[in-house]
């Protein structure tokens, strides 16, 4: 495993990446550099540049403005995959930044949904974290692209993560010890700031996942952060979930909206905000999508699994649920405590296992995850 591991499941293409940051970084770039330039050829020079019209010098300075305040050990990592591919470190370094790009283009962009259950909700009383990934229609063509990334650190505890190509910073992502985390946007205002000088919370959320062998030690270290921007991040393990509403100038923690069940969408619901009103159409429907998922977790109170949880997905806006029959790019269900993972991409792949024990637990932890935490 020195030397990294790539395969597929189904359609879907699995790296294995173990040892220092630039080591993980060298695997990516020598094992995944077609994948790479292709998404680059496909979603910066086809999707921002040309169709969108996005000027090719104001996209490599946000990525620039972005990537600066990268920690270290993240940087020597974009090192790593751009030596071993060939492809410039800019043109890495803007890969990581679509999310960031599609924000710019249109800031009315939020889809995103999950859902955790526990406890009397589930059938054994585990959690079982359902959710929607959903960007435009476009993104249907990214599919061949997205990745799921088993990263193993010398010195930290293995995480999985989903994204795209070249996509390091973390849209939905779980480690070895059941700790899990997926962000939804957020919605903005004129008063929310976007600060540069603060790290990229995509990239500290990989971090904090390498050092957190529990959602305790996790909510410390995002407590302890700073948002560059707004964000809903939801994280959990297998006992519980918790919701964080976060700006660049505060943070709202929820827990649960009724016992053992705790639904997030594209708005702020905590009580506690001085915000202007959602209104009915806005975020795609954000209110509506949070009320159908609420309802239906009443609904199957008790009977909630892996196969219920892809049903509750599979449940269509239309038809009462909060999935977008055009625009959800990836579906993913997790039951942390037994690391079991199912994935669909609709119109691609449909719901499949992929395995996360054997290359999570690969690799013993050789660094002590409550002292990095200090």
Same mark, same amino acid.
């Given at each position: ?217 996790? !909510?410390? $270290?995002?407590?302890?952060? %700073? ?9 959990? #393990?297998? =006992? *519980?979930? @918790? ?93 942390? !405590?037994? $690391?079991?993972?199912?994935? %669909? ?9 992929? #395995?996360? =024990? *054997?290359? @999570? ?14």
């Amino acid at each position: 495993m020195e030397d990294g591991k790539r395969y597929s499941v189904g359609k879907i293409s699995v790296l294995e990446l173990c040892g220092d940051y630039r080591e993980m970084g060298r695997q990516y770039g020598r094992l995944f550099k077609d994948k790479i330039v292709k998404f680059y050829e496909t979603a910066i020079e086809g999707y921002f540049i040309r169709r969108s019209n996005m000027p090719y010098l104001k996209l490599l300075a946000i990525s620039r403005l972005i990537f600066r305040r990268y920690g270290p050990k993240i940087k020597e990592m974009f090192s790593g995959i751009s030596e071993t591919s060939g492809v410039s470190l800019n043109s890495i370094i803007m890969l990581d930044q679509i999310n960031t790009f599609e924000f710019m283009r249109n800031q009315d962009v939020g889809r995103c949904s999950d859902m955790a259950v526990w406890g009397d909700h589930t059938e054994d009383g585990a959690l079982v974290f359902g959710r929607n990934f959903d960007q435009p229609e476009y993104f249907k063509k990214f599919n061949d692209f997205l990745t799921l990334t088993i990263f193993s650190p010398d010195d930290g505890i293995p995480a999985a993560s989903i994204g795209y190509a070249g996509q390091i910073g973390v849209s939905s992502a779980i480690n070895a010890r059941g700790v899990f985390i997926a962000n939804n946007e957020a919605p903005t205002e004129k008063s929310d700031e976007i600060d540069i000088n603060t790290p990229s919370v995509l990239i500290l959320e990989l971090e904090f996942l390498m050092r957190s062998s529990s959602l305790d030690d996790l !909510d410390r $270290l995002i407590k302890g952060a %700073k948002a560059n921007c707004p964000i809903i991040v939801s994280a959990g #393990d297998g =006992k *519980t979930s @918790l919701t964080y509403e976060w700006t660049a100038s505060e943070i709202k923690v929820r827990s649960e909206d009724k016992r053992g069940i705790l639904v997030t969408t594209n708005h702020f619901a905590h009580p506690s905000w001085k915000r202007s009103a959602i209104l009915p159409d806005a975020y795609v429907k954000t209110l509506a999508r949070r009320a159908n998922l609420l309802s239906l977790g009443e609904k199957y109170k008790g009977k909630f699994n892996i196969r219920k949880m892809k049903d509750v997905l599979d449940t269509t806006m239309d038809k009462g649920g909060a999935t977008h029959l055009n625009q959800t790019t990836f579906q993913m269900v997790l039951a942390p !405590d037994k $690391l079991q993972m199912h994935l %669909k991409v609709p119109d691609f792949q449909d719901w499949t296992e992929i #395995d996360l =024990k *054997t290359p @999570l637990t690969r690799y013993a932890l050789t660094g002590d995850a409550e002292f990095s935490i200090q």
